[in-house]
């Protein structure tokens, strides 16, 4: 990928990430997008520290995220799952379709054993829990820009099982017939999030948020919202 000026940084609302002023090409160009102000500028700043890596913008939602990709060109983006707006799975489809050779690499909160394979499906090339070092963090980078994919040791089993056995994704917990909105959904009814503030932070309408909850109850043959509430925080304290 070519490179542009290796001390450029992004102007966003959020105070930028210090970089290095460095010779041209001696490093890799990286985008940090994430919601969370510390989450984005910590592991920004970790980043910086390492002698190949230069974070050259934060974004906090898709959008500020595809302006910084146009604008400042860079070898790797890291996204969360959970943005504002347009979901960070999404970001990871349109990118796989603008810019099919930009690597990305998903850190999120969120299980893997639900979500790694999805995101690898949508085109990304890792998928990381922000439970890990941020050194693996840093790992991970280094692995996808060297061109390979980036997943735990147990989602490789477990990937390696259904090749082995030749079964869809489908095939296993009811969960992963949920789509990738609903899924979501699911997940913030598991972190406690009521009807309205899932519709804020999507961007979405409380009513369609509720047809979401009744389609997940459908698909996971539960009788009442209270049993959809009491499933779902069960799930999040077994994947935690």
Known sequence: MSKKSPSISATLPDPPVPTHVVPTGTK??????????????????RINAEPDLQVVGLAADTHQAV?????QRPDLVITDLSLGGKPGLELVKDLEKSHPALPVLVLSIHDESL????????????YIMK???????????????????????????????????????????PLESLTDRELEVYTMIGNGMPVREIAAKLHLSVKTVEVHREHIKEKLALRSGMELIRHAVMHNLEGA
């Open 67 to 71: 302006d910084l990709i146009a604008t």
């Open 131 to 173: 439970s890990q070092a941020t050194q693996k963090v840093v790992d991970a980078v280094r692995h996808i820009l060297a061109g390979g994919i980036w997943i735990s040791d147990r989602m490789n089993a477990v990937l390696l099982q259904r090749v082995a056995r030749n079964c869809k994704p489908a095939l296993g917990s």
């Open 115 to 126: 979500w790694a394979e999805r995101v690898i499906r949508a085109g990304a090339e890792g």
């Open 28 to 45: 890799h160009r990286l985008i940090v997008v994430d919601d969370h102000p510390v989450v984005r500028e910590g592991l920004g700043a």
